[in-house]
């Protein structure tokens, strides 16, 4: 069931959304508005340590560096069990991406993602919070 609701915003803050939504492809206000609470909605959810979440775990290192790639495999294997799927992708010559997808109580699955990025070597991590859709609408 749907329910409309009314905002009152000031028309510099409201032309600023439109032109954000309209460049991120959004059809309507609603959509954008709904996202924009489920995002708040899945960051409460990371702040409850105790329930099960997912995240993504983005890696990009130079896969010449001193055992570095079998640093990050151990970690993993440590870790077997949070994770769901990994992707190792050639980038160039010298450099790999590797993408983690991650399951498992929230703070487990982020000591993990800090664990990788934090490996000497690897040049860009990023860690990406996500829920596992069971408490959204």
């Not at 492809?25 to 959509?31: A, F, I, Q």
């Not at 590797?98 to 929230?106: D, I, N, P, Q, S």
């Not at 993602?113 to 991590?125: C, N, P, Q």
């Amino acid at each position: 069931m749907l329910q409309r609701v009314g905002i009152s915003l000031e028309d510099d803050l409201l032309a600023q959304f439109d032109r954000l939504i309209q460049k991120r492809g959004y059809t309507n206000r609603s959509e954008a508005i709904r996202d924009l609470i489920r995002d708040q909605l899945i960051q409460k959810e990371w702040t409850e340590s105790t329930r099960t979440s997912m995240a993504i775990v983005v890696l990009v290192y130079d896969h010449h560096k001193s055992d570095l790639a079998q640093r990050l495999t151990d970690i993993q294997h440590d870790s077997y069990q949070l994770i769901l799927s990994t992707q190792h992708f050639h980038v160039d010559h010298d450099n790999c991406l590797e993408v983690l997808a991650l399951k498992g109580k929230t703070r487990k699955i982020q000591q993990l993602g800090e664990a990788l990025i934090s490996v000497r070597g690897v040049k860009h991590g990023k860690f990406i919070p996500t829920t596992t859709g069971q408490n959204l609408s």
